[in-house]
């Protein structure tokens, strides 16, 4: 019996988060996030929601002074999107822990380094005093996956605008899946 791609659910999602600092607790602008199909970079649900600042500093998050620097010197584009949130953080939090739970039962979680997306979303979480609504053993480390065959992600193309959630989710999308085609293929498995 052959099974519809609409109805299938693809396992994984790419993460990216813009924030206004690097450490805990930290103000977070914008959620990407896109689901995706690890052999082959099939995608298909996509979550993507701008933050009220405010909302993020009345739940306790803080802004990084360098942070803050570092942005003003980015892409014109990137930082005005940044900074263009309407959505209070629990509306945003509630709507992603919607959007995984529609991906998947036990979906796992990719971001590029696990102790930056994934945790200041976990910090946020917590500063709303709502579930997170992923399991620890589910994340992902991007970067791992990169460092092991690093000419790949060197081989490929980056399109969209840096720093912009969701176009940095498709760039991670695409050399994830490339380097893991690449160690199914080339790799014994033992």
């Known amino acids: 019996m052959e099974r519809k791609t609409e109805h299938m659910q693809l396992g994984h999602v790419m993460v990216d988060i813009e924030t206004m600092g690097e ?10 996030a896109i689901e995706f199909e690890i052999n ?10 701008k933050v009220d600042i405010q909302s993020c500093l009345d739940a306790g998050l803080k802004v ?18 940044m900074c263009s949130g309407e959505a209070p953080l629990p509306e945003v939090l509630a709507d992603f822990g919607n959007f995984l739970a529609a ?7 990719w971001s590029n380094g696990k102790h930056f997306d994934i945790s200041r979303l976990a910090d946020a979480y917590k500063a709303c005093g709502l579930k997170i609504p992923w399991k620890y053993y589910n994340v992902r480390d991007v970067r791992t996956l990169a460092d092991i065959i690093p000419e ?18 498709l760039y991670q999308i695409q050399y ?5 085609q690449y160690m199914n293929k080339n790799l014994v498995r033992g």
Do not use: M
């Not at 010197?73 to 990137?78: I, K, S, V, Y």
């Not at 790949?152 to 989710?169: E, F, N, P, V, Y």
């Open 40 to 49: 082959t970079g099939e995608t298909k649900a996509v979550f993507y929601r």
């Open 23 to 32: 450490g805990s607790d930290v103000v977070i602008c914008s959620i990407g």
């Open 64 to 81: 990084e002074g360098a942070t803050l620097k570092w942005w003003l010197r980015q892409n014109p584009e990137a930082l005005r999107e």
């Open 152 to 169: 790949i992600k060197a081989g490929i193309q980056r399109s969209g605008t840096a720093h912009h959630a969701l176009d940095d989710c």
């Open 103 to 109: 991906c998947a039962q036990d979906v796992k979680l």
């Open 176 to 180: 994830c899946t490339a380097i893991w």
